[in-house]
């Protein structure tokens, strides 16, 4: 069983902080996901990295995928309250698992005006 | 275009009662999921079909949990009898096919409660 751990759990910073989020595995993916979801609503997919070392840029928002495909990073620049969610990562195992998403526990981001 | 539907998006039930979702992914989307997501905790993977069919259900309690795909549209999950541990939100997700980075794109969810 494939397993991703998140990190921190809980992160509450004053709006204009900086942070990252930790997503670590044992095991390698194919792909990565981040995806942040909203109380009473399903995930909304933020990006995906496939290549090993892989950074993507989303606005404040950049994503890492470390170089042995077995964790990853979200980095948020000057967060603002809008940034608030719950934030999940999300590995697809290679081989014929390739649709099977597996998830991290999630971190909830609550950022103070 | 209209997102992945599902009904009903709250549900309170008694231990050892039944209980039925419904699922209508998004238009021409072969591939659909349901999770489990506890509080708490990241979604899990309960089923997935390709179309009517189904890809893999190896985390599904299959002594209490059902789910089916008729005509590879639509979708119903199904637990009977419900356990206290059943408590969660249910959320449904579609994607166009099955690739390693294909979008999933996932309902509201039902949240259900069982007392």
């Known amino acids: 069983t494939q397993l991703l751990e998140q990190s921190p759990q809980f992160l509450s910073i004053q709006e204009g902080e900086n942070l990252t989020v930790y997503c670590n595995s044992s095991?390698?993916?194919?792909?990565l996901q981040w995806y942040r979801q909203e109380p009473g609503e399903g995930p909304v997919l933020l990006v995906t990295?496939?290549?090993?070392?892989e950074v993507k840029k989303l606005k404040r928002l950049t994503f890492q995928f470390g170089d042995a495909r077995k964790d990853s990073s979200l980095h948020i620049t000057a967060a603002q309250p809008g940034d608030t969610g719950l934030y999940l990562c999300?590995?697809?195992?290679?081989?014929?698992?390739?649709?099977?998403?597996?998830f991290g526990q999630g971190t909830i981001l609550t950022v103070h005006p | 275009e209209a997102g992945v539907a599902q009904s009903p998006r709250y549900k309170i039930i008694e231990k050892r009662q039944s209980v039925a979702f419904w699922c209508n992914p998004i238009?021409?989307?072969?591939?659909l999921y349901w999770y489990q997501q506890i509080l708490g905790q990241g979604p899990k993977l309960l089923i997935q079909?390709?179309?009517?069919?189904?890809?893999?259900d190896s985390q599904l309690p299959k002594d209490r949990f059902s789910a089916e795909r008729l005509k590879g549209v639509d979708s119903t999950l199904k637990i009977q009898p419900a356990k206290l541990e059943d408590s969660a939100v249910y959320l449904c997700?579609?994607?166009?096919?099955?690739?390693?980075?294909?979008?999933?794109?996932f309902g509201p969810g039902t949240r259900l409660t069982v007392l």
């Open positions: 079909f390709q179309n009517n069919g189904v890809v893999d």
């Open positions: 238009s021409g989307h072969a591939t």
């Open positions: 999300a590995g697809r195992a290679g081989g014929t698992s390739y649709g099977k998403l597996t």
């Open positions: 997700a579609s994607s166009f096919y099955l690739t390693s980075t294909d979008t999933q794109y």
């Open positions: 095991s390698v993916f194919s792909s």
């Open positions: 990295v496939v290549t090993g070392g």
